[in-house]
């Protein structure tokens, strides 16, 4: 789980951003892909809306060229503070749905940043699990499930769901409808010597 405290300072544009040297950053380079071999340089006040809407807050939106497939191409850089992920809403959210539809196998939930961590003295479904997560807005991206411990019988089971980055691109590409978001870069910058991160 990452979060900080952002120190908002005067932006060209006339936004407020974060003081990226005191608290670290996120950086995801984004490419719009609208036709075949062909990448539009988005405008920044719809790319700002759609990643506030993805529930960043304190961000940046830097317009430059990055590699792509093999060529340089039109991108968007979107630099956020660290923030809590997944949010705690959906979070909890997730907690109980689990808790309620498998309150007769699942002895334990716990998230760990954006992974979920399940026991329980049954095997779980996958597909249900991904269905109930998806009813609250996550993303499983990854799924690991063992056979049952030695001993106890518990199972143990881990479900990643999608970062920041993930949200960010589903939001765009609802606020740039027919355009493909391309994740070409994701990066976590740290705080500059001095700076504060809690």
């Not at 968007?76 to 979070?91: D, G, N, Q, S």
């Not at 940043?113 to 026991?119: D, E, Q, T």
């Not at 949200?167 to 700076?195: C, K, S």
Request: proline share 7%; hydrophobic share 40%.
């Amino acid at each position: 789980m990452l979060l900080a405290f952002v120190t908002p300072v005067a932006c060209g544009d006339g936004a407020e951003r974060f003081d990226r040297q005191r608290t670290g950053a996120m950086e995801i380079v984004l490419a719009f892909r609208e036709g075949p071999d062909r990448f539009a340089t988005p405008d920044p006040a719809r790319v700002r809306r759609a990643v506030v809407a993805a529930g960043a807050r304190d961000i940046e939106i830097e317009p430059l060229q990055r590699r792509v497939e093999d060529a340089m191409r039109p991108a968007v850089l979107v630099r956020i503070a660290y923030l809590e992920w997944p949010p705690a809403a959906p979070r909890e959210m997730a907690v109980t749905e689990l808790k309620r539809r498998h309150q007769d196998v699942l002895d334990r939930v716990e998230w760990s940043g954006n992974r979920l961590h399940l026991r329980s003295h049954a095997a779980l479904d996958e597909r249900e699990v991904r269905g109930e997560l998806e009813k609250v807005g996550l993303v499983v991206t990854e799924w690991n499930a063992g056979p049952p411990e030695e001993g106890t019988g518990e199972y143990r089971t881990s479900v990643r769901v999608a970062g920041i980055e993930g949200a960010i691109e589903r939001a765009l590409e609802a606020a740039f409808a027919g355009t493909d978001v391309v994740v070409a870069d994701v990066q976590a910058v740290g705080p500059l010597p001095g700076g504060r991160r809690p």
